[in-house]
């Protein structure tokens, strides 16, 4: 069971969203997981130009570090994604890493994959970008068991408790949801959902998206 984490902060070390994504690997890891830590901040990943190479060849124009975190996404069965409240919203260093995986929406890589997500926030928001950050893992096929948002308010001294608590039990859970194989009834109808539509665009752009319409033909998915 290999379950990776990855820290969207610009702060490094002196990241307190770092604190609560390695809780919850800490919490996975005493569960009997395998894991592994990612700063994105330290990657140098360049942002998407929407050239759609990906579609047609599966691989990226851009030569950096992405593909190299992205195979290590594909290798996990759980991933923790964090990143603390930029203005409403994620980082730009996780967006930047999110916006090269629109391949991955379009095949649903990352069914049969399990996540959750945690944020941290000055005075607002923690718990709207763990939000979206469930729901683009859940876009990408994968089934999320929850997150932990917490608001500092200026003490950083307010991420003590839900990191030996809240998220530490947050990865616990998600290593007993990936050993279980645990179904979400309202997730499901998330993931047929997708792959009803996602199944409808390649097909309509077969002739263009070679990769990906072969990727959905070797799946199985295709009638």
Known sequence: MKILGINGSPRASRSQTLRLVQAVLDGAKSAGAEVELVDVAKLRIEYCIGCTVCYERGECVRKDDFAELYQKMLDS???VLGSPNYINSVTAQIKTMLDRMADAIHCQMFIGKYGCAVSTAGGSGADEVVAYLN???QTLGANTVGGVGVV???DP???VP???GRAYELGRK???AIEKKETYPDQEELHAAMLEGMRALVTANKDRWHHEYDYWREA???P
């Open 77 to 79: 069965d759980g991933i």
């Open 135 to 137: 729901r683009v893992l």
């Open 152 to 154: 500092l308010g200026g």
């Open 157 to 159: 001294e307010t991420i």
């Open 162 to 164: 839900a990191e030996g």
């Open 174 to 176: 998600l290593a007993r």
């Open 220 to 222: 199985g998915r295709l």
